[in-house]
């Protein structure tokens, strides 16, 4: 089997070796784990970094197989137990985001070495959720955009293309374009930095 990248595309894969699967089948039931990984793959889709995002109840039944009282019973488990919040929840749409900093039972450096076996090598890259990204450094941060849009690893000319791109660009017009490339499925780092240049060009003087 080919090395996976451990933040996957659609589902950070550390996740899954938080331990919080077994923690909440035994808190919550079997459903818990099925409807938390669903949301957190909805929330993959569509935010670049963990934001509110909708969905509706009955997608939910299609997608986990489950009845609308089991989902909306682990919905209001898993807000109390502040995994996620939830909005709207009158309405047939609602919003939700995943709680950060996310608690988990395994602490980072069990999350690591868990992830460094033989088909996913644990690196330097940031868990999405488990962190709270106030505390970073501008290059930590932009580092933490390249991550969630193309995944954990990158060469040492990226890197400083990446540090280029925090010391060059104003944070505020940084997010979004990289945003602007998550919604738009771009696929290399020249899309960001071409886009970041005519900002700048087009900016009044």
Same mark, same amino acid.
């Given at each position: #089997?080919?090395?996976? !990248?451990?933040?996957?595309?659609? @589902?950070?894969?550390?996740? $899954?070796?938080?331990?919080?699967? +077994? ?6 039931? #079997?459903?818990?784990?099925?409807? @938390? ?8 889709? @569509? ?24 989902? $909306? ?45 033989? $088909?996913? &090598? ?7 959720? =488990? ?8 290059? +930590?941060?932009?580092?933490?955009? =390249?991550? #969630? ?11 400083? !293309? ?6 060059? =660009?104003? #944070?505020?017009? *940084? =997010? !979004? *374009?990289?945003?602007?490339? &998550? ?11 071409? &886009? ?6 087009? $900016?009044? !003087?």
């Amino acid at each position: #089997m080919s090395e996976r !990248d451990p933040l996957w595309v659609s @589902f950070p894969r550390w996740l $899954e070796e938080s331990g919080l699967p +077994e923690f909440l089948v035994s808190q919550l039931g #079997m459903e818990s784990w099925l409807i @938390f990984r669903k949301l957190v793959e909805l929330d993959c889709d @569509f935010n670049l970094t963990p934001q509110w995002f909708p969905f509706q109840v009955n997608d939910l039944t299609r997608w986990t197989g489950l009845a609308v009282s089991p989902i $909306e019973r682990t919905l209001t488990d898993l807000e109390k137990g502040e995994w996620i919040e939830r909005a709207n929840t009158d309405q047939d749409v609602q919003t939700c985001r995943i709680c950060t900093p996310l608690e988990v039972p395994l602490n980072e450096a069990a999350i690591r070495e868990n992830l460094s076996g033989k $088909e996913v &090598h644990g690196g330097a890259f940031i868990l999405r959720y =488990y962190q709270n990204q106030e505390g970073l450094s501008n290059v +930590e941060r932009i580092v933490y955009l =390249y991550q #969630m849009l193309f995944g954990a690893r990158f060469s040492p000319r990226i890197a400083e !293309d990446l540090e280029e791109i925090a010391n060059s =660009y104003n #944070m505020g017009v *940084i =997010y !979004d *374009i990289f945003n602007e490339a &998550h919604l738009k499925k771009a696929k290399s780092l020249a899309w960001i930095k071409s &886009h970041l240049k005519k900002v700048v060009e087009t $900016e009044p !003087d």
